[in-house]
């Protein structure tokens, strides 16, 4: 398909008093851009995988996809001790939007903050799962409807994908139960997984956005209303421990996305969170993460 601004040109190289080798000229000038662009897409969306790939080799995570549902999920993953627990890192929503108003045409992200923080976790068992189209598309083998890191980021089958991918690796592994660690929007991830399943040992997030209408009144944007909203679900995991990890100057997921998790959560003794110093929305983590993951989440008697 030709894209709307070229068809446009070709209107004005029809109808345009100017000089038609000039126009000719301003033509080939937008086809060159065109296939720049293109090419700088594919490069960017290779060299995205490649930074994967670099940070997960030297803690020695191999990547796999699973084809769960309608998706294939990319997770890396390291496995040193069968019949025991895994720590499960999911990503946060990644390179959805490229502002305000443009739709990414791929949310595979540039610096995949999850994975860097399983890459640091020294535990005998770890993976990383990346989210729907991160990485790669649908399993039809097609590319993924921009849905999935938009308005629909946890819909319904999104939710099924990870259902199905924590079984497919417990039964893999003999897994005896699961660690989960979401980051940004894979702490929502989190949360409605944990709320379906009975082997979640403990959750912990990591900036994590657990209140869709709260996250979208604070930011004056449009309601993600093809997904599954976590703050639905607190009662039902409010006896799981948990510890959420707070950026004190983080203005992307601001402190009252907690306080609204946390009353929720019906008073639960086992919803506890640290507000860590300096830290934005994505910087401080990488760096604190081995102290912060000393910190274990658990019900208190207070």
Request: hydrophobic share 40%; proline share 6%; net charge neutral.
């Amino acid at each position: 398909m030709i894209p709307v601004w070229i068809q446009k040109t070709i209107v004005n190289f029809q109808t345009d008093p100017l000089p038609r080798n000039m126009m000719i000229k301003q033509c080939i000038t937008l086809i060159l851009a065109t296939s720049i662009i293109a090419g700088c897409s594919l490069s960017s969306l290779k060299e995205r995988h490649d930074t994967a790939a670099e940070i997960a080799l030297p803690s020695r995570m191999t990547e796999r996809v699973i084809s769960v549902g309608i998706f294939n999920l990319t997770i890396w993953e390291r496995i040193s001790k069968q019949d025991s627990p895994v720590n499960i890192y999911i990503e946060g929503d990644g390179l959805a939007w490229l502002d305000s108003r443009t739709k990414s045409m791929n949310p595979t992200p540039p610096e995949p903050i999850a994975l860097r923080l399983a890459a640091l976790d020294k535990a005998d068992n770890v993976i990383y799962m990346a989210r729907p189209c991160q990485y790669t598309g649908l399993s039809s083998g097609g590319a993924c409807p921009d849905i999935y890191w938009t308005n629909g980021r946890t819909a319904p089958e999104v939710i099924r994908a990870y259902m199905l991918a924590l079984d497919n690796i417990k039964t893999l592994y003999h897994v005896t139960g699961f660690n989960l660690i979401g980051y940004s929007g894979g702490a929502a991830v989190a949360m409605l997984v944990a709320a379906k399943r009975t082997d979640i040992l403990s959750l912990r997030t990591i900036a994590g956005n657990t209140d869709y209408a709260t996250f979208s009144a604070f930011h004056s944007v449009s309601p993600m209303d093809a997904s599954i909203d976590p703050i639905n679900m607190a009662t039902k995991v409010a006896l799981i421990p948990q510890l959420h990890f707070i950026g004190e100057k983080d203005t992307i997921i601001p402190h009252a996305i907690f306080n609204s998790w946390k009353q929720a959560s019906a008073g639960s003794l086992c919803v506890q969170s640290i507000i860590v110093p300096e830290n934005t929305h994505k910087k401080g983590w990488v760096e604190k993460w081995p102290k912060l993951l000393d910190v274990s989440p658990a019900c208190t008697n207070k």
